[in-house]
């Protein structure tokens, strides 16, 4: 079973491969001149320096960064409130959820199937010379690594209990290692949003984001039907893949690393909360 959802994982990031390779406004590499291993210094040079870049972007935050933060923060307490309800709702659906998106959902974000399927979609873009490509692949791997670093640190730091651990949502172990105690936030969500959304920053087309978005998804709402996290650790390790993509996407663009028209912003994030409304809303 597993091998079978890493060749389905494999063919969805070949079909993003090729659809951003056909892209109308995808151009050719703009570093011809350099060889294959130039090319892939430059690009572990481009990972390394968005790394750098993201891991110290709150020592230069300003008003409006601490505000999204603070957003983060206030709509993750929010949403911990109705954690048991969603939970028991979620875990409710077990039984009639179909099994292969389920499975799927897990192997998905698997970091070892993650790491491989992007070894591949940035080996693809590396032999066919194709700097979109290899600039996704880059976006992907160092916001993976920064929000996933991020999100090992605060997991085992908070030590939230698990649903299936049989405590409840407001149950706290810092630093005790203990599988049960490391819910909060998703790590499958991180890496299953951080893939998405890199992708989904590549086309124009409103449906494409849907259904990329939608399969980014996934792993997300397996792991609530299995009970391995609660509503709150979805949602902001979604909204962490979120601002780190971007804060990295921004870099990449503005220091020039890779040199392709930027595109007409057709789907930007806010952290929404009123009477009817809490959480994070994508708007087209």
Request: aromatic share 14%; proline share 4%; charged share 15%.
């Amino acid at each position: 079973m597993k091998r079978h959802f890493l060749i389905l994982y494999v063919l969805f990031l070949g079909y993003c491969s090729i659809s951003v390779a056909q892209d109308e406004t995808a151009i050719s590499n703009a570093n011809d001149s350099l060889n294959t291993w130039q090319t892939f210094k430059y690009d572990t040079n481009a990972s390394w320096r968005s790394i750098k870049h993201a891991v110290t972007r709150p020592l230069h935050w300003k008003g409006k960064d601490y505000a999204t933060f603070g957003g983060m923060v206030l709509g993750t307490v929010i949403i911990s409130a109705a954690d048991r309800e969603t939970s028991d709702f979620f875990r409710r659906q077990d039984d009639s959820f179909p099994q292969p998106i389920q499975e799927f959902g897990f192997y998905f974000a698997a970091p070892q199937n993650y790491l491989m399927a992007n070894a591949g979609l940035y080996g693809f873009g590396l032999l066919t010379k194709n700097e979109q490509i290899r600039k996704t692949s880059v976006l992907i791997i160092s916001s993976s690594i920064t929000a996933g670093y991020l999100q090992i640190l605060a997991r085992t730091a908070f030590g939230r209990a698990r649903p299936f651990s049989g405590k409840d949502p407001y149950t706290f172990k810092p630093f005790n290692g203990n599988e049960d105690y490391l819910s909060f936030p998703s790590g499958h969500t991180v890496l299953g949003v951080t893939m998405a959304h890199s992708i989904a920053k590549q086309f124009d087309n409103t449906w494409t984001k849907i259904g990329i978005y939608s399969i980014g998804s996934i792993p997300a709402l397996s792991r609530l039907i299995d009970g391995a996290h609660w509503l709150s650790d979805i949602v902001f390790g979604a909204a962490l893949s979120i601002v780190v993509v971007d804060s990295i996407d921004k870099f990449l663009f503005n220091s020039n690393t890779y040199n392709y028209p930027k595109k007409k912003k057709l789907m930007s994030w806010n952290f929404r909360f009123s009477g009817n409304q809490v959480g994070l809303v994508g708007t087209f």
